[in-house]
């Protein structure tokens, strides 16, 4: 009972169900203002490009997030290999190291490919 709660309250299927209701909404409208059913077709279509433009801009804006952290810690890892002392910077390049084979490893893995509130209970010892 609880995964079927959680699949119906999650934001991605409670979009979904109000996009389909808002499309019969309007063919249902159309007939019953005897509408030319062509009108509510065209409304469907623009409420679906809306729908995947909102998409779309959420996922490029993730993605260019994503980057622009990653870009972050690889340019802290740099300075701080620079500012450490000569005895220690053997130290801070081997974790520099360490830090990016970590990343690449969350990246490539299944945590790295989910999203949302997938990806937090996809940690163990979480929720």
Known sequence: MSRLW???IDPRTLSAI????LIAFLFLGADVLSVALVWAAGASAVVLAVALGVWLYRRQRERRAAAQFGQAL????QDAV???PAAKKAEVEA???RLQEAVKTIK???LGQETGPRRCTSCPGTW
């Open 74 to 77: 690889e340019q802290q890892a």
């Open 82 to 84: 620079k500012a450490a």
């Open 95 to 97: 974790l520099r190291q």
């Open 6 to 8: 959680s699949f119906l």
């Open 108 to 110: 490539t893995s299944r």
């Open 18 to 21: 109000g996009i389909l209701a």
